[in-house]
Structures are given as C-alpha cells and as structure tokens.
C-alpha cells in the first residue's frame, strides 16, 4: 500500500446549493457498504445535499455518472470495487470504467471523485474501503477530491 506522499484531505464547505451524487456498484456488500458511508460523512461534513444511486457493476459506473450530470449534480463520487480473479476480465472492467470517468470528467468539466478500488483480493478491498480495522478510507477520499474540485471551479 502506497498512501506515500498522498494529501491531507479534509471536506470543504462550500456554500450554495451543492448537490453531489455518489454513484456505487453493487458487488461486495461489505467493501461497498464502507465506501458509501465514508463518502456519505465527508459530504455531510461539507454540509451538501447529497443523492445515492446504485448501478449492477464497476462497468456500469461511467453511464451512472453521466446520468447523474444529466440530473443536475454539481459533482459525482463514483464509488466501485474489483477484485482480480483467474482471467481478463478484471482487466478490461477497470480500464474501460476508469477511462470513461475520466473521459466523462474531462467532457463535461465537472468533478468526479474516483473511489473504484482496484485490488488483488478482498482483504486488500477491506484495508482500504473504511470499515473497522481499514487503513484508509478511499470513500471519504473520493468524495473530498470531489468537494475540493466544485470549490477550485466556483
């Protein structure tokens, strides 16, 4: 686990009417239950409305971001696991929905905060996603990234 030189992140309050929406998958409960509320305390320590939408997979992330642009979100926290198995397809699943939040980021100039775990196996998911005994809580981190973004474009 790297977190060498990673920023001291804190929730900005912003004023106005935020809204950010986290946009999770639904693979691993316990990893994903962490993610979500993490996210959930940074955002309500900056004190904006705050929407959860749920999408099946990693994959499907992109779309649910998009969809919540289209919705009025001011920014998005995109929260998702994948946990390498025997084939490819972890590959293929974290390229192709890494890429499109950026690409989704980049185009409509509006913050996603990144939050997908990308992990070898599940106890290194649950070293990073903020349940009791975790390391670090990449949901809070996310949604903090986020936050800072909406206030670095205000």
């Known amino acids: 686990m790297s977190g060498s030189g990673a920023p001291t992140l804190v929730p900005e309050a912003l004023t106005g009417d935020v809204t950010v929406t986290i946009v999770a998958s639904s693979w691993h409960d316990t990893v994903m239950d962490g993610l979500i509320a993490g996210a959930r305390r940074a955002l309500g320590e900056a004190g904006v409305s705050v929407e959860l939408v749920r999408v099946p997979g990693s994959f499907e992330l992109p779309l649910g971001c998009a969809r919540a642009f289209d919705r009025g979100a001011d920014a998005v926290v995109a929260l ?75």
């Open 80 to 154: 998702g696991v994948v946990i390498r198995g025997g084939t490819p397809h972890f590959d293929y699943v974290c390229e192709g929905a890494t890429a499109g939040i950026m690409e989704l980021m980049v185009r409509e100039r509006k913050p996603i905060g990144y939050g997908l775990l990308t992990c070898d196996n599940e106890a290194q998911a649950l070293d990073r996603c903020g349940v009791n005994g975790s390391h670090e809580d990449k949901g809070y981190e996310a949604a903090c990234a986020a936050l800072a973004m909406v206030g670095a474009s205000a």
